[in-house]
């Protein structure tokens, strides 16, 4: 069964830096895309970067592209989201998501999704 774990959220002043990981059980060849969602209070949850494990092909959003960047260690099925100078309109909760046959798409194309974690950065 597929799991998706996600940490390293937290409390952080604008301009400050954190990495978030996203850790893996239950994958297969088929699920190798991972993408990562965030989703701020009364907003939608927009796609913000995702990343193809076989080939490390790799995708980051216009609003945090020079800011976020995405990587993986197939070793540990883990993904990691490091997020550089952060902002305040960063504020969300982060997830990381991911399907069998799925690539970088948008939040309805997936099943597994982790629990999220919160990111808040001050002004």
């Known amino acids: 069964q597929v799991q998706l774990v996600e940490s390293g959220g937290g409390l952080v002043q604008s301009g400050g830096s954190l990495r978030l990981s996203c850790a893996a059980s239950?994958?297969?060849?088929?699920?190798?895309?991972i993408a990562w969602f965030r989703q701020a209070p009364g907003k939608e949850r927009e796609g913000v970067s995702c990343?193809?494990?076989?080939?490390?092909?790799?995708y980051v959003v216009n609003s945090v592209k020079g800011r976020f960047t995405v990587s993986r260690d197939n070793a540990k099925d883990t993904v990691y989201l490091q997020m550089s100078a952060l902002k305040p309109e960063d504020t969300a909760v982060y997830y990381c998501?991911?399907?069998?046959?799925?690539?970088?798409?948008?939040?309805?194309?997936?099943?597994?999704w982790g629990q999220g974690t919160q990111v808040t950065v001050s002004s």
């Open positions: 998501a991911t399907d069998r046959y799925v690539g970088c798409t948008g939040p309805s194309s997936y099943d597994y």
């Open positions: 239950g994958l297969t060849s088929d699920y190798d895309t």
């Open positions: 990343i193809s494990m076989s080939v490390g092909n790799t």
